[in-house]
């Protein structure tokens, strides 16, 4: 791995139909946090809630990335903030983890590393492309996605217009689940 190497991931939200995903972009050097950051940005979660990444290996073993909780001592967690992702994702052996976001929802994508690409001495992380809007923060995991997408699709529907003003009221003015425009991605 090169200085300049920057890892291409395609972001998809697990169970989502059609698929809600992004391709971003980002620096070879970044730990686990900074990707953490990277895919909250480009979904456009909010970053109120708890995440982790997980790596499936052979025989069932599995690696945890997160941020260290004191509380839970029963299970070996990788700190995410100390974790490079060139130490875990490779294009041959593990191309893929799974990053939860809110583990009441339990926002589930899959994180595939599609190829290794050379810097071209822009900014990074980037956002390439996507399709469809992140979900409302807090509306229920996928199934209640759908359920809120159920309602604001049917305006005659009982709670349609409870729906929209709890939408507002959490920040999503004119929520539209269709629209998706990766220039518009702003990473912190």
Not at 70 to 86: Q, T
Not at 95 to 109: C, N, R, V
Not at 127 to 153: M, N, V
Request: aromatic share 14%; hydrophobic share 35%; with cysteine.
């Amino acid at each position: 791995m090169a200085s300049g190497d920057v890892y291409q991931f395609k972001v998809t939200l697990q169970d989502s139909n059609p698929p809600i995903w992004r391709r971003i972009q980002v620096p070879a050097n970044y730990v686990f946090w900074n990707l953490h950051v990277a895919i909250a940005d480009a979904m456009g979660w909010k970053d109120y809630h708890l995440h982790s990444f997980e790596f499936h290996k052979d025989q069932g073993f599995s690696v945890r990335i997160a941020a260290p909780d004191p509380m839970v001592d029963f299970e070996e967690v990788l700190d995410e903030k100390v974790e490079k992702i060139s130490d875990h994702f490779s294009v041959d052996d593990s191309p893929k983890a799974i990053y939860e976001y809110d583990f009441g929802d339990s926002w589930e994508h899959d994180v595939v590393l599609e190829k290794i690409v050379t810097s071209d001495g822009g900014e990074y992380p980037r956002c390439l492309a996507g399709k469809r809007a992140c979900p409302p923060e807090d509306c229920g995991g996928i199934y209640g996605f759908a359920e809120l997408l159920e309602k604001l699709t049917d305006a005659s529907h009982p709670e349609h217009d409870e729906m929209v003003e709890w939408l507002e009221s959490c920040g999503y003015v004119n929520y539209k689940p269709e629209h998706f425009d990766a220039s518009k991605v702003v990473f912190r």
